[in-house]
């Protein structure tokens, strides 16, 4: 990508007057200068043969990028094989749905360590992984907020070493919170973005799927999302560090607030 968008998780909120769908959500948050939205398939794929042409048009008439976060039932994990294929079926669909409105990134949490070592998780991971067929839609393996979910930052950058349908997601606030309030300096920040750069190259900064948000947690790591400025989360040094290593891609915010808090990103990261 030639710049780096703002965006926002689901639909806008707005003044609470009108209640939005993909289309007319799409058409609100362009036009207070917004660029991105991630479709919420964490229930549902909720793109179909219905409503796609719609959402479609949308996207196309205002050159709108979009995602899309994958089920929360997804865990390539599972102690139960039957459970792991299923997890793969969920991914399969999803990318079919983001497709047809030609969304670009599939979004979701690998999986969880139950009981087996970190070192089993990842390999078992990884050959479901390669079982998903490549579709233009790229499997973006999201950094996770808890210590019991599979899905530190040098997990996932191996796996996308490995696995070549699959690119990064880092999801700040996660590591942020997995690490009971971790991120605290521009160092911070720094060492991640140059921590993918020295193994994924210049194109995966070029490329980059981010989350940001503010957000809540405990030792044991994320518990819920907040308003940014209700949190701790240093969301200035953040933005230095994404704008120092020229970072282009998608950010796309969570939260209770999420296209204001997004525009409050955008407007910050501007005036660098």
Do not use: W
């Not at 003044?15 to 207070?32: E, L, V």
């Amino acid at each position: 990508m030639d710049k780096l968008l703002f965006g926002i998780s689901g639909l806008p909120i707005g003044n609470g007057s009108k209640k939005f769908n993909y289309a007319s959500g799409i058409d609100y948050i362009k036009s207070i200068g917004l660029d991105a939205m991630e479709l919420l398939f964490v229930r549902s794929v909720n793109v179909t043969d219905k409503n796609k042409q719609i959402i479609l048009k949308a996207k196309i008439d205002n050159d709108f990028y979009l995602s899309a976060h994958g089920s929360h039932y997804i865990n390539l994990n599972a102690d139960e094989h039957e459970k792991q294929e299923k997890s793969i079926e969920r991914i399969k669909n999803a990318m079919e749905g983001l497709s047809k409105v030609k969304g670009k990134s599939l979004v979701f949490h690998p999986g969880f360590y139950l009981k087996d070592s970190k070192e089993e998780t990842y390999n078992t991971i990884k050959e479901n992984l390669l079982k998903i067929p490549y579709k233009e839609i790229d499997c973006r393996l999201e950094t996770t907020g808890k210590r019991t979910q599979f899905g530190t930052l040098e997990e996932l950058v191996s796996l996308c070493k490995e696995v070549s349908s699959c690119k990064l997601c880092i999801d700040f606030s996660h590591i942020h919170a997995r690490q009971n309030g971790c991120l605290k300096s521009y160092y911070d920040f720094a060492k991640i973005l140059q921590y993918v750069l020295e193994n994924l190259g210049r194109p995966a900064l070029d490329d980059l799927h981010i989350h940001l948000g503010g957000i809540n947690y405990t030792e044991k790591g994320e518990t819920n999302h907040l308003p940014l400025l209700e949190s701790d989360f240093n969301y200035t040094e953040c933005l230095k560090a994404i704008k120092d290593y020229n970072v282009k891609g998608c950010i796309i915010v969570e939260g209770p607030q999420v296209e204001r808090d997004a525009l409050f990103l955008k407007n910050a990261f501007e005036k660098l």
